[in-house]
């Protein structure tokens, strides 16, 4: 089984600033057959991104993927007030799929 | 508008039974891959079964391997969860999930969730 390791667990900014979230896996994910969700409270997960980098349909584009192998990076270049929310990776390019454990994204 | 609802949770005592469904409309349900997907209280998410197009391949997680099946009727436009031997650790929102592509990993990302149906296991 493949582990994925988010970090950090919870980012503290600010509206306009840039966030940084990062996804590690223990071994090498299959064809970069990555993506990333946003969660809030309350809500289903919504897709992001897909493919470790491209955007999902009607996914804004100050949220970008980027990685490869066993290290992926969800940017955010311009923190709006809707996007403070939990955000996981989920690997599925082998069986059992894998979610990474979240990061929190919160109001600093 | 492609939808996925839910319903069959409930409580239920430890090592007894459940059936999730999931209806699906606004898309061709025989085209795609399906999945479940849980969440515990104040937990993240866990995958726990996929199934492609027509049965063919499935899959399942560690934790529900052997207690759990997965099968969908594409003529009624459903998906279901057997759950046998329910724990307490199987308490959780489970969300029905759609797949991006006709087969399980394959490179298909898993892309429009339901609102998810409550499954509690206490005595």
């Known amino acids: 089984e493949i582990v994925l390791t988010q970090s950090p667990g919870t980012l503290s900014l600010s ?57 992926f990076t969800l940017a955010i270049s311009r923190l709006e007030p809707e996007d403070f929310a939990v955000y996981y990776c989920l690997q599925y390019g082998s069986s059992p799929y894998t979610f990474g454990q979240g990061t929190k994204l919160e109001i600093k | 508008e492609v939808q996925l609802v839910e319903s069959g949770g409930g409580l239920v005592q430890p090592g007894r039974s459940l059936r999730l469904s999931c209806a699906v409309s606004g898309f061709t349900f025989g085209d795609y891959a399906m999945h479940w997907v849980r969440q515990a209280p104040g937990k993240g998410l866990e995958w726990v079964s996929g199934i492609n197009w027509n049965s063919g391949t499935i899959a ?64």
Not at chain 2, 74 to 93: G, H, P
């Open chain 2, 60 to 123: 399942y997680g560690d934790s529900v391997k052997g207690r759990f099946t997965i099968s969908r009727d594409n003529a009624k436009n459903s998906l279901y969860l057997q759950m046998n031997s329910l724990r307490a650790e199987d308490t959780a929102l489970y969300y029905c999930a759609k797949d991006t592509h006709y087969d399980i990993l394959t490179g298909g990302s898993v892309d429009v969730w339901g609102e998810g149906t409550t499954v509690t296991v206490s005595s």
């Open chain 1, 15 to 71: 509206p306009g600033e840039r966030a940084t979230l990062s996804c590690r896996a223990s071994q090498s994910v299959s064809s970069s057959y990555l993506a990333w969700y946003q969660q809030k409270p309350g809500q289903a997960p919504r897709l992001l991104i897909y493919l470790a980098s491209s955007r999902a349909t009607g996914i804004p584009d100050r949220f970008s993927g980027s990685g490869s192998g066993t290290d």
